[in-house]
């Protein structure tokens, strides 16, 4: 049956006999656009708890999810309360990546309330969710379940385990603590920076997608990502670099600051996101140009700590290059996979 939204019975959300045996627990669907601001602050909340410093904003979190090609809040969103107050959520998506359709489980449940079944609940819910999406697709790749959790995240390591999940891939988040001792990094002969420019959007766009279908699990991109890219209130596009070899994207370093996140933890951080260089222009130092002149133009604008995400096993060598570049492994994370 598919679900409706604002749903609260217990048993039509889970079955009867899978429900946490806590007195006064509900779940339910989205409503609105009111449901962000606590969702965002209960994700904040479990992520500090957890020793992991995200912060979520409402604006953020309602326009990733709005842009999530085939994602539907109204059904795709479980929600956990106790009186009235958020105390856990659970989402779902079906993503391809590779030619095999990963239907994706994600959420978390309040410190307050752990090891109580109801991340096992949550996790059920997705599931069944994940099922009814898939009905009638025909995956001719195949099909999998698929999870994605921060190694600090120790009991969703415990669930997804007990669940069937095992890892397959794991991921560094690396950190550079000063901006103030950068080496220099000429750029290859022939390539310049060049500011992003509206009409630019669709090359620079495609070329990012390119250099990414080399990496795992790269996924298959719709034209709502494109929209995404370029409309998110978090993107500053005076932040980019984007080198050009005449009317090609040779390469690219897209930063982010997270202003909300910022304020909140009380420093000056950025994000270096879609590193990334066409395979024509490897080997040639312009990855290492590109984020040396990212961060310098961070500094600029009065950041002083930068970050990144790198696969561990990347085939371009990427761990090396961000060692050299002065990144050290600040957390792991892990991708996990489920038989269908």
Known sequence: MTPTPGETDVS?????????????????RFRGDDDYAELADLISTTNLADGIDEIRD????????????????????AFAEMDGGLIGYGDADRSVREGVAVYRTGGTVHPAW?????????LRINERRLREIAAGRDDPGGR??????????GGAVQLLEAEG?????????MRRPSLGDLPDAPLPDGLEIRPVRPEDH???YDADVEAF?????????????????????????????VAWDDDQVAGSVMPTIWRTENERLGIHRAWLEHISVRR??????????????????????????AMLGVDAENPTGALGLYESLGFVVKDRGSSWRKAW
């Open 12 to 28: 039509i959300a889970l079955g009867a006999d899978a429900a946490p045996a806590i007195p006064g627990l509900r779940f339910r």
């Open 58 to 77: 409402a604006a953020t979190v309602k326009f990733e999810y709005e842009h999530a090609s085939g994602f539907d809040p109204r059904f795709d969103i």
């Open 165 to 173: 999940y095992h890892p397959v891939r794991y991921f560094f988040a």
């Open 144 to 153: 999998v379940f698929g999870s994605w959790i921060d190694d600090l995240q």
């Open 114 to 122: 752990r090891r109580r079944g109801l991340g096992r609940a949550l």
């Open 202 to 204: 669709r090359a620079i």
């Open 213 to 241: 279908l080399d990496h795992w699990g790269a996924r298959e991109r719709t034209e709502e990502d494109f929209v995404a890219m370029f409309a998110a209130p978090y993107t500053d596009t005076s932040l980019w670099r």
């Open 280 to 305: 024509p222009w490897r080997r040639r130092g312009l990855a290492r140009a590109l984020i040396v002149s990212a961060l310098e133009g961070l500094r600029e604008v009065g950041i002083d700590d």
